[in-house]
Structure formats: C-alpha cells, structure tokens
C-alpha cells in the first residue's frame, strides 16, 4: 500500500472511522447468523454502547455464535478504558422482554436494555446503576430500507469535502487560542490549545490538561495549518484531519466516522 494512501487513511482509522462502513453500506452480517433464529438474528451486528450524558462510547459486535443460552459479545480492548463496566462483559442474550443484556461469565446481567427498537435505539441502566444507550451503526436491518441508487448517493455525498469560500472564512490571525473538542454538541471531551505560528516555524497545538476521548488520546494532536478556509489538526505522527467552520464553530470535513467539533472558548 502507498504511504500516501496510509497517511490519507490513518486519520480515519484512529478518529473512529476505521470500523465503520460508508453511509448506506451494508456491513456484513456475523458468522453464523444464517443459522440464528430470527428473534436473534434482527439483533446482530455491531452496535455504540454510550454512556448517556457524557462523551464516551464503543464499538461493541453481538455475534451469533452460542455457548448454551449465551451468545459471543466481542469489542476492542480500548472500551474498557471508554466504558469500564464493559470489562466484565462477556456475552449477551435476548431478556424476557425480547430486548438484549449484556452478560458477565457467571450469568449476572452487566447492561440490560428496556425499551427502544433497532431501527431508534435502546435505552437501559447497567450494573452501576448509570444508563446506557445501544445505537445501531449501519446495519442491514436499516440498510436494507434504503434504495441501492439512494445508498451510493448517500456514501458518495459523505465521503466528498465541502466546498469552503476562503473569502468567507475565519482569518488566520484569529485561530491561536484554546478550545473545546466535542464529539456531540455541547459535550466537552477534551480541551486544546493552538498556539500562534512562530515566524518560519510550525504552529504547534497541544491538549491541556487531560483527554478522556481514546481516539483523539491515540491522534494526539501536535500542530496545525491552516489554508483555503480549511484548518487541519497535525497528529504527532503527522497525519492530520481536515475541519471547516460552520455555525460558529468548526466540525470534521468530510464528516464521515466520527464526528469531531471544536468551538473556541472566550479569553
């Protein structure tokens, strides 16, 4: 693979988006869902576990492979430090109220969900007593609703930069300064700071104090530029994601995977 392709692909992979189809994709259904019963089956796939109210959230797959009445639960080592409580999770089954629960290795119920549907999403209180909320990602049971011609129009639209009108735009002089980084609306993850440009140097960019965002820990961002009304963040690594400014505040561009918003805050 070219290293160019590689850097134009790791922003992607390390801000979320690595785990995710297109807009309109079908993902793959997981092995052994053709032998599922169906009550199982509508629910299998890969799902956000979140942790209502705050910025946190990960990717977990309910499997259809069975082990008696308990089916595999698989997620990335990297939700345990988003979401603790996954940990001691285990496996997942469907609860009297045909709704899944998440399962310990002795059988204790870790999440249980108690009202949504696959299409909204479900809500549910864990075993520290915090509610939580299971949000599919796209899935063919909501994958296949979508026309094929609407489904490529959709993960073509996604995946293409918006048009930016330097004229328009935040003037460079006015980018250093501290802000917000959120990966939902008026939910702070972190806090970063743009230094000023010195002269025939690199502006440098760093979090201040800590990050409780693991995607944007692993990013680690370290510089910025900014051209075209198009400011990009500079991982340590350097590779960069690209941001625009709309309402206020700036968000990722193309908006594909995770979304990432950052708002200056006031001196």
């Given at each position: ?5 590689i850097?134009r692909?790791l ?8 785990t995710?189809?297109?807009?309109g994709?079908t993902?793959p ?14 629910w ?5 576990l979140?942790l209502a ?6 990717t977990?797959?309910l499997?259809?492979?069975?082990a008696?009445?308990?089916?595999q639960?698989r997620?990335?080592a990297?939700c345990?430090r988003a979401?603790?409580?996954i940990d ?5 089954t469907l609860?009297a ?8 290795a ?7 969900f108690q009202?949504g549907?696959?299409?909204?999403g479900l809500?549910?209180k864990?075993?520290?007593?915090k509610?939580y ?5 796209d ?6 609703t979508?026309?094929p011609?609407?489904?490529a ?8 930069p ?7 735009a935040?003037?460079a ?8 980084l959120m ?5 702070e993850?972190?806090?970063l700071v743009l230094s000023p440009p010195?002269?025939g140097?690199?502006a440098?960019?760093?979090f ?5 965002d693991?995607g ?6 370290a510089?910025?530029?900014y051209?075209g009304g ?7 690594r350097?590779?960069?994601?690209e941001?625009?400014?709309e309402?206020?505040q700036?968000?990722k ?6 979304p990432l918003?950052m708002?200056k805050?006031?001196?």
């Amino acid at each position: 693979m070219e290293k160019g392709l590689i850097r134009r692909l790791l922003p992607l992979i390390l801000l979320g988006a690595g785990t995710l189809p297109a807009a309109g994709q079908t993902a793959p259904l997981p092995r052994g869902a053709d032998k599922a019963p169906d009550a199982i089956r509508r629910w299998l796939g890969a799902w956000d576990l979140e942790l209502a109210g705050a910025a946190r959230s990960c990717t977990v797959t309910l499997g259809a492979e069975a082990a008696g009445n308990v089916r595999q639960l698989r997620f990335p080592a990297t939700c345990r430090r988003a979401l603790p409580i996954i940990d001691t999770a285990t496996g997942w089954t469907l609860a009297a109220n045909g709704q899944p629960q998440l399962l310990d290795a002795g059988g204790k119920e870790v999440v249980g969900f108690q009202k949504g549907s696959p299409e909204t999403g479900l809500d549910g209180k864990g075993s520290d007593g915090k509610a939580y909320r299971l949000v599919s990602k796209d899935h063919p049971r909501v994958a296949a609703t979508r026309s094929p011609s609407a489904a490529a129009a959709a993960a073509t639209a996604a995946q293409r930069p918006t048009p930016v009108d330097p004229a328009t735009a935040p003037a460079a002089a006015t980018l250093p300064g501290r802000y917000v980084l959120m990966r939902q609306q008026d939910r702070e993850a972190c806090r970063l700071v743009l230094s000023p440009p010195p002269a025939g140097g690199e502006a440098t960019a760093a979090f201040e104090g800590a990050c409780r965002d693991t995607g944007l820990t692993i990013f680690d961002p370290a510089g910025w530029r900014y051209a075209g009304g198009r400011l990009t963040l500079v991982a340590r690594r350097g590779h960069g994601v690209e941001l625009i400014f709309e309402n206020g505040q700036w968000r990722k561009d193309p908006a594909v995977g995770a979304p990432l918003l950052m708002r200056k805050l006031t001196p």
